[in-house]
């Protein structure tokens, strides 16, 4: 679905971002749902190849023989499926990670906001798809680098005159390419300065 689409049926500007901004949503949560499956599968695949080959080997062994190796089979397939949902669950909490950090904590540079944060002090909590400790984070990074969030608002700086001026924010391109239309519209001037610059 295109905003060109909609702007066919004469439907007012607002209406046509909440209606890409839940288009968004449901197709980041189909892939993210599919990225989840694909994991899934490639594991499960891993795991029957490997089953096969060792059905294989008991071919010509003595019971003893069957019995260590079943043995071993039985700890080997414990450890990979114990792998496979610790990859799983890596795979959801990624996407959860970024999804709150730009939904809710309205972050533009999710690679800088990623970096400044202490994994060892947030946990995720898969059942309610939330995080505990996420917040005490975030919020004193807003104060000491306020420009890696969109509703961040710069000091106003005084001019010479003794006047109160609006500093105009400074964008990265990276972070122009994460804005959505409402985003650039509302910085046009400051994006304009940085892609005449070039960075």
């Given at each position: 679905m295109k905003r060109e689409d909609l702007k066919g049926f004469e439907l007012p500007d607002d209406v046509i971002d909440k209606i890409m901004e839940l288009?968004?949503?449901?197709?980041?949560?189909?892939?993210?749902?599919?990225?989840?499956?694909q994991a899934e599968n490639d594991t499960i695949k891993s795991q029957l190849a490997e089953a096969n080959v060792q059905i294989?080997?008991?071919?010509?062994?003595?019971?003893?023989?069957?019995?260590?190796?079943?043995?071993?089979?039985?700890?080997?397939?414990?450890?990979?499926?114990?792998?496979?949902?610790?990859?799983?669950?890596?795979?959801?909490?990624?996407?959860?990670?970024?999804?709150?950090?730009?939904?809710?904590?309205?972050?533009s540079d999710l690679v800088a906001v990623k970096a400044h944060l202490k994994g060892d002090?947030?946990?995720?909590?898969?059942?309610?798809?939330?995080f505990v400790g996420l917040k005490e984070q975030i919020e004193?990074?807003?104060?000491?680098?306020?420009?890696?969030?969109?509703?961040?608002?710069?000091?106003?700086?005084?001019?010479?005159?003794?006047?109160?001026?609006?500093?105009r924010p400074v964008f990265t391109i990276d972070q122009i390419k994460q804005m959505n239309h409402k985003e650039i519209?509302?910085?046009?001037s400051a994006i304009q300065e940085t892609l005449s610059k070039g960075k």
């Open positions: 288009h968004g949503k449901s197709v980041n949560k189909t892939k993210n749902d599919l990225t989840t499956l294989e080997s008991f071919k010509g062994m003595n019971i003893e023989q069957i019995k260590a190796s079943a043995d071993e089979w039985k700890t080997k397939a414990e450890t990979a499926q114990a792998e496979s949902t610790a990859a799983i669950l890596k795979i959801k909490q990624d996407h959860a990670l970024e999804r709150e950090l730009k939904d809710v904590f309205k972050v002090g947030i946990k995720y909590n898969e059942k309610e798809d939330s004193p990074l807003k104060e000491s680098h306020g420009a890696y969030f969109t509703d961040h608002t710069p000091p106003p700086v005084i001019t010479a005159g003794g006047q109160s001026q609006q500093q519209n509302a910085n046009w």
